[in-house]
């Protein structure tokens, strides 16, 4: 992962909402709340919260008396997502660095994370960091993406760029979001780290849009992949979403369009 990688800032966070979270991150939103207020958690920690999805699905399944803490490294999507969440005394917004998080040893009866560990600089600390601030028989719940030939649209679409931009081809998709799927080497991060043993799902949704031009704006506009398009061609990012609309039409039809997505769900019990 590159640092540039980390940086959700400017338009971003509110085209990471808007776009990507329909099309990706909301059917996985859900399983994740459902998996985390099964064990009727009294005390929860958010990892790498981005626009808070799963802040949105979880916080109606928690007690009335649950403290419920959501961090995430970048402030500006934190803000994001505070301003979408419905006033609520039992969330507490903190910005936090996964590898060395703000709070005491066993204060959380479950830490969950969506689609973070792959930004981890260093997985072992930030596992390392969650079994140390979970109380003994607490649960670490966290998903990450499946290889990239898994998620059609997002493999559809680092494919267009590539023909875009042969010399330079921007890769953060199969970088970084797609580039911590092997469960193997999953498992042992977690065994560096201290956890005994996990338990992983890999489990298939279906991506739909009402058209080709949701997609392309959702992963062109609403990642880094929008930082790396403009480094290459200043000015360039209408075309380039226009030309990966054009080919997840070529591939897909005109219309409404739908594909596979697929990620790992990792459960992990100290």
Same mark, same amino acid.
């Given at each position: ?16 909402? =808007? ?52 961090? @995430? ?5 934190? @803000?994001?997502?505070?301003? =979408? ?11 936090? @660095? ?47 993406? @499946? ?15 590539? =023909?875009?931009?042969?010399? +330079? ?19 042992? +991060? ?22 080709? +031009? ?11 992949? =929008? ?44």
């Amino acid at each position: 992962m590159l640092e540039a990688d980390k940086l959700f800032a400017g338009s971003i966070p509110e085209n990471y909402d =808007r776009y990507m979270v329909p099309l990706i991150f909301a059917p996985y939103a859900r399983d994740m709340a459902e998996r985390v207020a099964a064990f009727s958690p009294n005390a929860v920690l958010e990892i790498a919260a981005g626009t808070g999805v799963v802040t949105r699905a979880l916080a109606p399944g928690l007690s009335p008396g649950a403290r419920y803490v959501v961090t @995430d490294l970048n402030q500006p999507m934190l @803000d994001y997502a505070a301003s =979408r969440q419905a006033a609520d005394s039992r969330i507490e917004w903190r910005q936090a @660095d996964a590898m060395a998080l703000p709070f005491e040893d066993a204060a959380f009866d479950a830490v969950c994370c969506q689609f973070g560990a792959m930004f981890f600089p260093d997985r072992v600390a930030a596992y390392r960091e969650a079994r140390r601030v979970l109380r003994p028989g607490g649960h670490f719940i966290f998903n990450v993406w @499946d290889r990239i030939e898994d998620n059609v649209f997002a493999d559809d679409v680092t494919k267009a760029l590539a =023909r875009i931009f042969p010399e +330079d081809p921007p890769r953060f998709l199969a970088r970084t979001p797609h580039g911590y799927h092997d469960t193997a080497l999953i498992r042992r +991060d977690l065994a560096d780290a201290g956890f005994s043993g996990a338990t992983v799902d890999t489990k298939a949704e279906e991506s739909r849009a009402s058209s080709p +031009d949701l997609p392309a704006m959702a992963f062109c506009r609403g990642t880094v992949l =929008r930082t790396e398009i403009e480094a290459r061609k200043p000015g360039g990012l209408d075309a380039a979403t226009d030309y990966a609309a054009a080919a997840i039409a070529d591939r897909h039809g005109s219309g409404e369009v739908a594909a596979k997505i697929q990620a790992h769900v990792i459960v992990a019990a100290v």
